[in-house]
């Protein structure tokens, strides 16, 4: 119930009101405090800070115009404060008391927060969350934590992983980057590609757990899908000449757009055959197009990421699963298998052949994929196995497929789904 007052009004008012401005602005003004403060820990705990007296001030002096300069601002006095205390009076206290001053006039007028103004900070602050020294899992929370602006409960609840072991993996991520001395610049020119692959690696990670759940009884995660989507589109705003961030968005706009038909009213699982196409994203699928478009105007060809996003733009062009060009998807599949091996990639590359030209020429892909052992234990391999077993007639044998999979499947959706392909 409300404060009759209107005290209660005011502060649920300014509690809404910081945790949307964290949400679209926490990156920038974290960037910033790195760079001015040279410690990528201390900026986010001063960040923290400056959300605090927000939560304090707001609900009687109401959200100031420039929400996100004041919270850096305010944050920019803490970290002056702390050193005047540590009597640490040197040339960066002098810096930032001047930034300081020249800000808050600023932010007197009624000028929107400027997002350009610390985009080179932001770029960093990607690569820092995506640095080589941490591992994949601290990578990928680190990212959505201070890239993303999410909360450890959120992060998660997106994972299916404990509050207490993401906020581990942040806190023991911010202190490998303060043990490695990780400086907030961006990475040397040489290094780059290899560095922004690895934060690609992160963002497709993240939605590939959006696309299919690796676990729980949700089989989608959209909500992960589109903060994925929502950062790749940050780092495509800051390196618009690099054709796979452009790859990437479209693999993801183009794959999004048929979430809302991957699922019945139940959340149980509706494979491509069965979909409406009436309910696709046309607007994802449009902007997953101009993507690949971006990439073409590049002229340096399509990577990993655009060929995937074009075998996604074959289905979303399409009628129907009939009226799909299966023999350019197995085209796209040969050329992704060369640019990039995997034996996930020739999995998939058969079942475009089964579409294709027929199941049994795909079974023998199939076979060797089983006979070479580097898919054993991932559950589409005898989901897939199964599939071409039960269009050749061999039933008892595709159930056992059905059957296996099912056992190893970690997602509750997917697995009730194989065991009734199993009964069925």
Not at 7 to 35: C, F, N, P, Q
Not at 127 to 137: N, T
Not at 146 to 163: D, K
């Amino acid at each position: 119930m409300s404060d009759p007052n209107g005290v209660g009004d005011g502060a649920e008012a300014a509690a809404r009101a910081v945790a949307a401005i964290w949400r679209i602005d926490s990156a920038k003004i974290v960037a910033t405090l790195t760079r001015l403060t040279g410690d990528f820990a201390l900026a986010e705990d001063l960040a923290q800070d400056a959300l605090a007296e927000a939560l304090q001030q707001w609900p009687d002096a109401g959200v100031p115009a420039n929400p996100a300069a004041w919270l850096t601002a305010v944050a920019k006095r803490r970290a002056i404060d702390g050193w005047r205390r540590r009597e640490r009076y040197d040339e960066r206290i002098a810096t930032l008391a001047h930034d300081l001053e020249r800000e808050q006039e600023e932010a007197s007028d009624a000028a929107p927060w400027d997002p350009d103004a610390i985009d080179d900070d932001l770029l960093r602050l990607i690569f820092i969350a995506c640095h080589p020294v941490l591992s994949r899992e601290a990578q990928v929370a680190l990212t959505l934590r201070v890239v993303g602006g999410l909360t450890s409960e959120q992060i998660g609840r997106a994972f299916l992983v404990p509050v207490a072991t993401v906020q581990q993996r942040i806190v023991r991520a911010k202190k490998t980057l303060g043990a490695a001395h990780v400086p907030f610049e961006l990475p040397p020119r040489e290094e780059q590609p290899a560095r922004l692959a690895a934060v690609l690696g992160v963002l497709y990670l993240i939605f590939n757990e959006a696309h299919t759940a690796s676990s729980g009884e949700d089989w989608l995660r959209p909500d992960l899908g589109r903060e994925a989507a929502r950062l790749t589109r940050i780092v495509a705003g800051l390196l618009p000449r690099e054709p796979e961030v452009h790859g990437l968005l479209a693999l993801m706009e183009l794959t999004a757009a048929r979430f809302p038909a991957r699922t019945d009213a139940n959340g149980d699982p509706v494979l491509l055959a069965e979909q409406d196409r009436t309910r696709w994203d046309r607007s994802a699928i449009a902007r997953g197009r101009a993507a690949l478009t971006r990439v073409d105007a590049l002229g340096r060809g399509r990577g990993g990421y655009a060929l995937q996003a074009s075998i996604a733009e074959c289905h979303a062009v399409a009628a129907s699963v009939d009226d799909t060009d299966w023999e350019r998807i197995v085209l796209l599949y040969e050329a992704l298998g060369q640019l990039t091996p995997s034996p996930v990639i020739e999995l998939n590359r058969a079942a475009a052949v089964a579409m294709a030209t027929g199941p049994a020429s795909a079974l023998h892909i199939i076979d060797r994929l089983v006979e070479d052992g580097a898919l054993r234990g991932y559950h589409l391999l005898p989901a897939t196995r199964g599939e071409l077993l039960l269009r050749l007639g061999r039933d008892a044998e595709a159930r056992d497929e059905f059957a296996a999979a099912a056992r190893l499947s970690g997602n509750d959706r997917e697995r009730a789904l194989l065991q009734q392909k199993a009964r069925s």
